[in-house]
Nanobody, 119 residues
Framework: QVQLVESGGGLVQAGGSLRLSCAASGSIFSINAMGWYRQAPGKERELVAVFTSGGSIHYADSVKGRFTISRDNAQNTVSLQMNSLKPEDTAVYYC?????????????WGQGTQVTVSS
């Protein structure tokens, strides 16, 4: 069974940094797109940063220049380095990946990790 497990969330003051990590495990043959989304209270889930299926990187405008996504294909992991954090970055952050497990592709989500930025 394929699963994504995130780690690295927490409480930080504005201007600080956090690093999120996500590891995919289980019967994995291939991973296509892989990235991070977030959902703040009362708001819809939104894209933060992603490695697209074509191999390019896309960032939300709100995090460009502050967040950096990285990926280790050998370890099936994706990370998000978040610098210069702002209170508006407060949200639950979710890892997402398109994974070929067994004979079918699936869209998988992690359980989410809370990031809270205090002013």
């Amino acid at each position: 069974q394929v699963q994504l497990v995130e780690s690295g969330g927490g409480l930080v003051q504005a201007g600080g940094s956090l690093r999120l990590s996500c590891a995919a495990s289980g019967s994995i043959f291939s991973i296509n797109a892989m990235g991070w989304y977030r959902q703040a209270p009362g708001k819809e889930r939104e894209l933060v940063a992603v490695f697209t299926s074509g191999g390019s990187i896309h960032y939300a405008d709100s995090v460009k220049g502050r967040f950096t996504i990285s990926r280790d294909n050998a370890q099936n992991t994706v990370s998000l380095q978040m610098n210069s954090l702002k209170p508006e970055d407060t949200a639950v952050y979710y890892c997402n990946a398109d994974i070929l497990g067994g004979s079918t592709w699936g869209d998988y989500w992690g359980q989410g990790t809370q990031v809270t930025v205090s002013s």
